[in-house]
Every structure is written in C-alpha cells, then in structure tokens.
C-alpha cells in the first residue's frame, strides 16, 4: 500500500478560475476526509465521505466548493470561482470504518495539494 | 463547540536536550480522543499517538512520552535527547467518540514549530 495520494501536488491559478484536486486514499479505508491548512494555522475540517457518502460538512465549504467521491474510492475536491483566500494547502486523509479495529479513527494524511490563486 | 490551544507557537533547542510540548484542550463530552500528529518540512502529517479519555496513563515510546492529564485538560508531549530530525511542527488534536456511523473529526491546535540545533 503506498499511502494516501494527492495530485497535484502544487496548483497556481488566477483568480476567478476553477480548479480541480483528486485524492486516492488507502485501498481499504471506507472513510476519507478533506481538510484545509493555511500557512502557520493548524489543518481544518471541511467535509467527509463514509464510502460514497458525504456525511458531514463545515460551514467552512462554501458553495463554491464541491465535493465528491463517485465510486467510494478516490475523491475530488472541486473550488470554483476562486478566490485569493482560498491560497491554502488542501489536505486529504482516510481511516478505516469505526470497529474496525485499535486503527478505526486514526486518520493517515496525504502529502497535500498546495494551491495559490493569484 | 471542542477547541485545543497549543501555547508554544515556536521553540528551539539544541541536540540532545529534552523538550515538552503543551497541549490543552476543551470539549463538553465525557468520551473523546487525543491525538499528536508531527509535520516535516515535506508537510505529510504522520500519526505519533492516539489515547482515549478513559486511559489516562502515561506512555513511552522509545525517545517520545506522553503524559495525559484528565484533571488539567492537558496531553503534553516530550522528546527526550532530541535530534535534528526531529524538527518539525507538532499538532495535538481532538475527537469526539462518535458512532460507528459517525467519522472521526479532527480538531487541531496552530501547532508548535520544533527546531532542533545541532
């Protein structure tokens, strides 16, 4: 298993634009995670997948943000219309489902995918 | 509403000196669990810990120790002969004890940016 891939890895964009970030989490974990982290701030929820399930979302995911994960494998994380405050580093995390062992809720983090709107 | 502080926003030591991070937390509920993540300069969170609410003994793990303190909402970490390659920022977060329905969200503190000189 290689872990919990991103890509890309660094996206520029200019304002106004859309962009797009995909997730591929560990084969057998059931749930995957985004979360947010700006620069010196530590990372923030922004929403979560059970399987194909978005089952929770922040306040944070403006509808401007869309999240998806067709097939309960891998996830993208869509902003449209961006935004320079959206500049942040976007990451990705998957666990295995509750019960599932002394490994049910800790989280195994992707590299990130680092974006900035200009 | 959960909330975890970590005062320390840098420190810096030489090698081979010992280190505590402090960690505080706040949540309203009786079950929760507390987590230490570490971040390299490559920036992929890497899990160091999990301890549960109702486990408040202390643990070691090689160079790493942990004291849990239910009474001071405290999960302070120490480095003990710390190296250069322990440089890194270190998160402590917070979850609640959800459901098996429920996913694991994570509340992190800013972080403490650990320098190691040699």
């Known amino acids: 298993d290689t872990g919990v891939s991103q890509n890309p890895r660094h996206k520029i964009t200019k304002r106004g634009q859309n962009v797009t970030f995909r997730c591929d989490p560990i084969s057998e974990h059931n749930r995957l995670y985004w979360y947010r982290q700006t620069l010196g701030q530590g990372p923030e929820f922004l929403t979560y997948?059970?399987?194909?399930?978005?089952l929770e979302k922040s306040r944070l995911l403006s509808d401007r943000f869309s999240a998806e994960r067709p097939k309960g494998s891998f996830s993208t994380l869509e902003i449209q219309r961006t935004e320079q405050g959206d500049s942040a580093m976007y990451l990705c995390a998957s666990s295995p489902l509750w019960g599932a062992g002394s490994g049910a809720n800790v989280l195994t983090f992707g590299a990130g995918s680092r974006l900035t709107v200009l | 509403a959960q909330k975890v502080t970590q005062a320390q926003t840098e420190i810096s030591v030489v090698e081979k000196e010992d280190v505590t991070l402090d960690c505080v937390y706040e949540?309203?509920?009786?079950?929760?669990?507390l987590f230490w993540y570490k971040q390299p300069p490559s920036g992929e969170l890497v899990f160091l810990i999990r301890r549960n609410s109702f486990d408040e003994q202390n643990e070691i793990s090689g160079r790493y120790s942990w004291n849990f303190q239910k009474s001071t909402s405290s999960f302070n970490f120490t480095i003990t002969a710390s190296q250069v390659v322990d440089s890194a920022v270190y998160f402590c977060?917070?979850?609640?004890?959800?459901?098996?329905?429920?996913?694991?969200?994570?509340?992190f503190g800013e972080g403490t940016q650990l320098t190691v000189n040699p």
């Open positions: 949540t309203r509920d009786t079950t929760y669990y």
């Open positions: 977060a917070l979850s609640e004890a959800k459901t098996e329905t429920s996913g694991s969200r994570l509340t």
């Open positions: 997948f059970q399987n194909e399930a978005q």
